[in-house]
């Protein structure tokens, strides 16, 4: 039992540090060292996976290094690591694989290593080498070699047989291991029974909390606030953050930090300032919540050039945001060339079958269908709507239809869902309309591909499209199907008037 005892043990005290050094992966951490420590239970091959930012290389990479300064008689194990993003062929990544196990091993002989360009001749320098080294060490065959492959799943020009032959190499080699870490293992990838698999999960959101609340990631203390107050600011923010960026921008780890940390100055600014508390995260959060909302506070390059220049920690924000309402018009003025100026860039990126399809979708979303044949058949309508004031011919039906009762204009409502047919056809008849009037407005021909079923996947992908029902599953040119515009009315407007037209005119309140 105490024999027992001796072979099958962890070293405690470098799990612990590792541990503390990468929280929420605790149950990862020991069994890497179980599988790999050859004191306890080493294996052949490893394969590593999960999605991308899951704490995979970095993990294992600290695991090794702690492992091979161990105990003081000598590294109870070596390692190399190759990444396959550095190498550019197959042939590039057997040379790189070559190299580095000549570093980890100090191995006298490098000028006999020669070109490696095969699988079989990568076996032949790997057995020399480590065979060469096993036999150096005969009074410790404990010592085993762990050569890990990072990202082997994304090798370039990679030959078929490549994860097979690297898995073969630790039954020709003795006190090999090899480990793969890749996104999605296949079935039969490495074509040997019984290989080990430990599964790097995605973070959740109790995960992602508990480590931004520790360094680096934590803030330091904001003026006027002690330390816990801050960090109990920090913990509720970055809660806030995940919920509102969790897909498109917050999925992994170091994308979560990022848009807290650019989002951090701005929403702790009127704390800054003095105007609000720590503890008033609620206010904190209704004062901030339009950069919730821009992508250009996160993406200023992409959006929005010049947008952070705007935005300072010294409140000159908020104190912009803070006279929207009131009789200084230069912030709403500001604001609205921020918006025109987004609006540009998403008419600019859309082709033009996409930018027809949207508008015809937000008309479908904001006006009635009992509408329709009147607004789109070629009886009615003619040159005759672009003159007149309130939107030409449509301002009678404006007059004629409005009611007592209704006080919101109808652009500012919520859209309401149509069905894919009444979109498809509102585009057919708008495209001839805005076609023939695109030169007086100096777009001369609006240049459709007529690829409506393309533009239609795009919108939806963008979720500037959102299905809500429909017969046809996932099927989205499901002409039964019910579709709902997913932009307001500054875009489509900005969108509209890129191409000559204003949407304004076509709608009917």
Known sequence: ???????????????????????????????????????????????????????????????????????????????????????????????????????????????????CETLAALTVELT?????????????????????FDGIDRQREAPPTLL????????????????????????????????????????????????????????????????????DLWTRYAAAVHDALAKPASRSLPGLSRACAALWPRFTAPVAAGTHRAREFSKLLVAARAYFQDEGVLEPGIVLSGHSRDANTNGSVFAAASTTNGSNGHAPAKKGR???????????????????????????????????????????????????????????????????HRKIARKLLGPSAFVLERMVAIYAATRREWDSDGGEEGVVGVGVDGDVGMAISTLASLRLLVRVGGTGGGDTMDRGGKWRVGVGWEVIRGVGRSMGVEVEEWLIE
């Not at 394969?47 to 590294?75: F, M, N």
């Open 164 to 231: 097979p032959a690297l898995a073969r190499l630790s039954e020709i080699i003795p006190n090999l291991t090899t480990v793969f870490i890749l996104t999605t293992p296949t079935p039969s990838l490495l074509r040997v029974s019984s290989t080990p698999q430990l599964y790097f999960p995605p973070y959740t959101k109790t995960d992602f909390i508990a480590i931004l609340s520790r360094p680096p990631y934590a803030p330091p203390p904001l003026p006027n606030t002690t330390p816990q107050e801050t960090v």
């Open 338 to 404: 921020e918006e025109t100026k987004a609006t540009k860039d998403l008419a600019t990126l859309l082709p033009p079958t996409a930018r027809l399809l949207l508008v015809a979708a937000y008309l479908a979303s904001h006006n009635a269908p009992r509408h329709d044949q009147t607004l789109f058949s070629t009886w009615h309508t003619g040159r005759r709507r672009r003159g007149g004031g309130g939107g030409g011919a449509t301002g009678a039906i404006r007059a004629s239809k409005r009611t007592k």
């Open 128 to 148: 020399r080498m480590l065979k060469e080294n096993v036999e150096q060490e005969q009074e410790n065959n404990s010592r085993r070699f762990v050569l890990v």
């Open 1 to 115: 039992m105490n024999e027992m005892d001796s072979i099958f043990e962890l070293p405690d005290d470098l799990l612990a540090t590792l541990i503390e050094s990468f929280p929420c992966r605790d149950a990862q951490i020991r069994a890497l060292a179980t599988l790999l420590y050859p004191r306890a239970a080493p294996c052949r091959n490893l394969i590593i996976h999960g999605t991308e930012a899951t704490g995979k290389t970095a993990i294992t990479t600290g695991l090794l290094e702690a492992l091979q300064s161990a105990t003081d008689d000598g590294p109870p194990l070596k390692y190399a690591i190759v990444k396959s993003a550095e190498c550019v062929t197959a042939r590039h990544l057997f040379e790189r694989t070559v190299g580095s196990v000549v570093d980890a091993l100090e191995w006298e002989g490098t000028a006999s290593v020669g070109r």
